[in-house]
């Protein structure tokens, strides 16, 4: 019974994963104002909007704050650690409001990934054919470039070797222990 119960985490974890990151690279792109007329944006606004715009009706903005996606992300980080919960047997034991707050980790450490992940997938294409279009390319170079900007202007190109994805990536990584752990310690 364990490989089933193994098997159906897996598919669950997978699953919810990956619709979170579908939300959420939809909200860093309106924040970053990045062009969703490409094919991966195009793509990211049909698969949201069925769930996003019934939403909308309820929940509005605040501000430049698109809550509905952020509301969205989270109610889909909580469903996907309530499943696995559940099939861990330990539902009964666990307080909504420590998943809940488990939820809005997994949120933002998920967008920190989506951020390493736009940050890693420009290093690499800088790498291979630094003049390319391709539409993945094109929502990296969106999503990183608002925080690789800053790091540029502190660290110029030394020798013609840019430093300034290793400090984000760094940086990152920092907030990630100094900020995110401890609100999954919080949760537990």
Not at 17 to 45: C, S, T
Not at 121 to 144: C, D, E, K, M, T
Request: hydrophobic share 55%; charged share 10%.
């Amino acid at each position: 019974m364990p490989y089933f119960q193994n098997a159906t985490s897996f598919l669950i974890d997978a699953l919810f994963g990956f619709a979170l990151y579908i939300v959420l690279i939809r909200f860093w792109m309106q924040w970053v104002r990045a062009d969703f007329r490409n094919e991966l944006g195009q793509f990211i606004i049909k698969v949201t909007n069925p769930i996003i715009i019934p939403m909308r009706k309820i929940i509005p903005s605040i501000g430049l704050i698109d809550t509905t996606t952020v509301v969205l992300a989270v109610l889909v980080a909580f469903a996907q650690i309530t499943c696995l919960v559940f099939i861990a047997g330990g539902l009964g034991s666990v307080s909504t409001l420590k998943l809940l707050s488990y939820a809005v980790a997994k949120v933002l450490d998920a967008s920190i990934y989506v951020f390493l992940g736009a940050i890693l997938i420009g290093i690499i294409a800088s790498w291979i054919n630094p003049h390319s279009y391709h539409p993945i390319l094109s929502v990296a170079r969106s999503l990183s470039e608002p925080i690789l900007a800053p790091a540029r202007r502190l660290i110029p190109p030394m020798g013609g070797l840019d430093f300034s994805p290793i400090v984000v990536i760094l940086f990152l990584r920092f907030s990630q222990r100094l900020l995110i752990a401890p609100i999954y310690g919080l949760a537990i």
